[in-house]
């Protein structure tokens, strides 16, 4: 972003042409969204009309015209011709007539109107989207959504659709797209077979589930009458490295910077302040969910926002309430709930809970990065302000976009200013509004923090507690359930084992000149390449990690198997299939890596042992046709896959350096791995391709060979110890 506010390589006009045709693809989209969401409105009325007491009576009584106009209302709910046949009716049929016309749509292969024309304004807002913000189509949620609504005809992108909603991996991948999260959550609903109706018998609107029970019945307890059983909520102490960082006087700025310490681990912050009048009030402190980063059993990640955020009684929100419960703040206390993203949503959802705000007095509501459009809060004193950066996509989450018009109130105060940060999610990072509020509009800190005055005093206790959601096991469970200890790194301290919950993997195997393998490798004599007759195998491994505990990021990776380093043996390699990963003594040593993440590589680096580089590389590794890009390399992998078979899942143990040693790292793998032919898969390097991985590629003869093998895992889970130093 140059200082004029302008994207460098495009001008003012280009910028503004390209504007003017992102609102109309919007425009059209929410046109086409209304259509949809009137016949949908259209076929429950009809469905009511089919079950109606006054008609079912007519059919018994005239049994001619009776039943001849039920006919009629069936083939409308039916037909091709009509709204399709679907589902949907059972939100006001009964549920054995909701069941028939289910199998009707099945049996006719057919799906409802409204389920079609939503899928068009589903493209429409796609292509919005990529207007403004096009960094997103390397998104490999992006990808699998546009693979879907590419289908020719509205039926089977409908039906990829419903696939992708029932995939839990695609389920994952889709959750990081939040400006089209409000549009995928009304086609989902639409596309719902068995959806549940609520109170006044409709759908629920865009973006809102219909809740399992309410949180409701708040009398000596705020949690009476609520289920503790899909959301709880465990005190943790701090880390040392945390404490310091924590805010010790209240203001607008340190709650903030307290969200931003917590935002990595599914935490939520409760403290004590003194006010300037000498009362003890009460602030909850709540952060929003981390792209590509799991929150192991906790509500606050995104595929818990997928699945239940929006909901006002969701696993979330019911954390929230079991944390302060256990806090003990008194009946009647003042309360202030400041969120960022998600987090002021659930925390959002909280003031509006009329039970909830008798219990506490609800001061205030500042959400930042988060939609506040129209919700009211249950206590019509509550202070409510709404912040956020126009180039934040994440407020169309309740269909509330920048700019959108709200009704003025006396105790709202809302803020949609343009920052410098235009990429996605770097613009939505609670990091970049603290930049923000500091240097870009900093009368909007001085309102909030005027309005938090009673907040702004000494802070006297401060409690972190660790959101649980008992509905689901952990992510990645049992395989990813591990112990984990802490390792210092130069940008933090990292989590290890490193887990990776969502992965795609290809191995291209080539057979190559053993002394040239040789010449690569550190000049010691204990690191040998394993000889397969008079060659060696070198692995050109490629990597697309969409969630993971160091965030999400691709990698490529260069490599040869090696020899044990004490005693090495000829028959070591065929044993070692047949040995775990712990026990194995051969290994592949990283001659190059290149990760897309600045944090991915100090992990390589530093506990490792890996030769690590950071570079661009976009790869799709989930289909039969290999796709990876690194232009800032020069190499390019491009293939069709060629015949595959089944093969036990292949752990194995890498080899790095660190100074005058040797780090050798086991990796557990859990995936379906698949052995197929190379010969439709082909390597390339530009004529200026860099070093060093491009000149490895050349002296080992990859540049122009074909793999002799490709082993691949469109869908896989990882975890990397860490590095043990050997003596070697």
Not at 106 to 129: D, P
Not at 416 to 433: K, N
Request: aromatic residues 4%; proline residues 7%; positive net charge.
């Amino acid at each position: 972003m140059r200082a004029d506010g302008h994207a460098p390589g495009r001008s003012a006009q280009q910028e503004q042409k390209e504007q003017e045709a992102m609102e109309l693809l919007r425009r059209c989209a929410q046109d086409t969204a209304d259509v949809a969401e009137g016949i949908h409105e259209v076929s429950l009325r009809t469905g009511a009309a089919l079950s109606a007491p006054a008609l079912t009576g007519s059919a018994r009584r005239r049994p001619r015209t009776g039943l001849a106009a039920r006919w009629s209302l069936l083939r409308a709910l039916t037909t091709k011709e009509g709204l399709g046949g679907s589902a949907l009716t059972a939100l006001t049929a009964p549920r054995g007539m909701g069941q028939v016309l289910g199998g009707a749509r099945a049996a006719l292969g057919r799906e409802s109107l409204a389920a079609r024309v939503a899928v068009t304004s589903l493209r429409l807002r796609i292509a919005a989207v990529l207007v403004d913000h096009p960094e997103l189509a390397r998104d490999p949620g992006m990808r699998r959504l546009t693979e879907a609504v590419a289908a020719a005809e509205d039926l089977a992108a409908v039906r990829a659709l419903r696939g992708l909603f029932r995939d839990r991996g695609a389920q994952r991948a889709l959750s990081g797209l939040a400006p089209l999260m409000a549009e995928l959550l009304a086609i989902r609903a639409l596309l719902d077979e068995d959806p549940v109706k609520d109170g006044t018998g409709r759908p629920p609107a865009a973006g809102r589930e219909p809740s399992a029970a309410p949180v409701k019945g708040i009398t000596a307890s705020p949690l009476a009458g609520v289920d503790r059983g899909q959301g709880a909520a465990e005190a943790v102490d701090l880390t040392d490295q945390e404490k310091p960082t924590i805010a010790t006087e209240g203001s607008f700025l340190g709650f903030l910077r307290n969200i931003e310490v917590l935002s990595a681990d599914g935490r939520i912050l409760v403290q004590n302040v003194r006010g300037p009048d000498g009362v003890v009030r009460y602030v909850v402190q709540a952060p929003g969910m981390a792209p590509g980063r799991p929150r192991n059993d906790s509500p606050q990640d995104f595929v818990g926002a997928w699945r239940n955020l929006f909901t006002a009684d969701s696993s979330y929100t019911r954390s929230i309430l079991a944390a302060l419960d256990d806090y003990g703040i008194p009946r009647g206390a003042d309360l202030a709930l400041i969120g960022h993203g998600e987090g002021a949503i659930a925390l959002m959802n909280l003031a509006q809970d009329a039970e909830f705000c008798r219990a506490y007095r609800v001061t205030h509501v500042v959400a930042v990065g988060s939609p506040v459009g129209n919700e009211k809060p249950a206590d019509p004193r509550t202070w409510v302000a709404g912040i956020t950066n126009q180039h934040d996509i994440v407020p169309v989450l309740d269909g509330t976009g920048a700019g959108s018009a709200v009704a003025p109130h006396p105790n709202r105060y809302e803020v949609d200013y343009t920052g410098p940060t235009r990429e996605f999610p770097l613009c939505h990072m609670v990091r970049e509004y603290l930049e923000h509020l500091r240097t870009v509009v900093p009368e909007v800190r001085e309102h909030v923090d005027e309005a938090l005055t009673r907040y702004r005093g000494h802070v006297v206790r401060t409690q972190a507690y660790r959101l649980k959601d008992r509905a689901r096991p952990p992510e990645g469970h049992p395989f990813l359930t591990l112990p984990t200890a802490s390792v210092p790194t130069t940008t933090g301290p990292v989590d290890v084992p490193v887990r990776y919950y969502d992965s795609s993997a290809a191995h291209l195997c080539f057979p190559v000149h053993a002394e040239v393998a040789r010449r690569l490798l550190p000049d010691v004599t204990w690191l040998m390449p394993s000889r397969l007759g008079r060659r060696a195998l070198a692995v050109l491994s490629l990597y697309e990690h969409r969630c993971s505990t160091i965030g999400p990021y691709a990698e490529i990776a260069l490599s040869v198997l090696v020899d044990d380093l004490w005693r090495p043996r000829p028959c070591d390699i065929a044993a070692d299939l047949l040995r775990r990963d712990d026990l194995r003594r051969t290994g592949r040593y990283v001659l190059s890596l290149a990760v897309t993440s600045g944090e991915a590589r100090v992990v390589a680096q530093e506990i490792w042992g890996q030769p690590a580089v950071r570079s661009a590389v976009e790869a799709d590794l989930m289909g039969r046709h290999l796709a990876v890009s690194a232009p800032e390399l020069g190499l390019a992998v491009e293939g069709r896959l060629g015949p595959g078979i089944r093969c036990p899942e292949a752990d194995r143990v890498l080899y790095g350096r660190r100074g005058e040693s040797t780090v050798r790292t086991p990796v557990r793998t859990h995936g379906r791995l698949r052995l197929h032919t190379g010969t439709g898969v082909r390597v390339r390097l530009d004529t200026a391709a860099a070093e060093p991985m491009a000149g490895q590629l050349r002296r080992l003869g990859i540049e122009a060979a074909r793999p002799l093998f490709v082993l691949t895992s469109p869908q896989l889970m990882v975890h990397r110890s860490a590095g043990a130093v050997l003596s070697r």
